[in-house]
């Protein structure tokens, strides 16, 4: 008996042709010539799909994420944001793309007007979760991007 990974478990690409999937053999991979399938789910091309490791079931919480994204993130492709959104249990997580919020969404504004919405970020006056209570369910805010790339998201609440 074999230990580790069963390729069979993946949807792998294989046109039979050496490799390259673009038939003519001459070396360019498939994402040269073309666009490589990728997962209806996590966006990722087959070959990467992450949803056989998303935890399952999946995971219930009582508030609610949101997740706001610097463009940088999203061309980034990794799609952990999506992950966390594909891990949790029901319609709980968001993820909105951009720089400055909460722009023209109104329900992204009355959700960061909310009191009990809360953004998840180190500094002096960061409190414990645990210290955090809310008759509601509390919102989570997170930032998705690189440190730089946080530090220039605008949040306004
Ligand atoms: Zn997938």
């Known amino acids: 008996m074999e230990d580790g990974f069963a390729l069979g478990d993946f949807d792998v690409c294989d046109s039979g042709?050496?490799?390259?999937?673009?038939?003519?053999?001459?070396?360019?991979?498939?994402?040269?010539?073309?666009?490589?399938?990728?997962?209806?789910?996590?966006?990722?091309?087959?070959?990467?799909?992450?949803?056989?490791?998303?935890?399952?079931?999946k995971v219930r919480i009582d508030g609610r994420v949101l997740i706001l994204q610097h463009p940088g993130e999203a061309k980034r492709g990794v799609r952990t944001a999506l992950m966390a959104a594909r891990g949790i249990h029901?319609?709980?997580?968001?993820?909105?793309?951009?720089?400055?919020?909460?722009?023209?969404?109104?329900?992204?504004?009355?959700?960061?007007?909310?009191?009990?919405?809360?953004?998840?970020?180190?500094?002096?006056?960061?409190?414990?979760?645990?210290?955090?209570?809310?008759?509601?369910g509390r919102t989570l805010v997170v930032l998705d991007g690189t440190w730089d790339e946080a530090k220039c998201v605008e949040v306004q609440h």
């Open 17 to 57: 042709d050496g490799g390259d999937g673009d038939g003519d053999g001459d070396g360019h991979l498939d994402w040269c010539t073309r666009r490589r399938p990728s997962c209806p789910s996590c966006e990722r091309p087959r070959i990467a799909c992450w949803c056989p490791f998303l935890p399952s079931p």
């Open 90 to 136: 029901g319609d709980r997580c968001r993820i909105v793309v951009g720089r400055k919020f909460p722009g023209e969404d109104q329900e992204l504004r009355r959700a960061l007007e909310d009191p009990d919405t809360h953004l998840l970020y180190p500094g002096e006056d960061s409190k414990e979760l645990t210290e955090l209570q809310g008759p509601r």
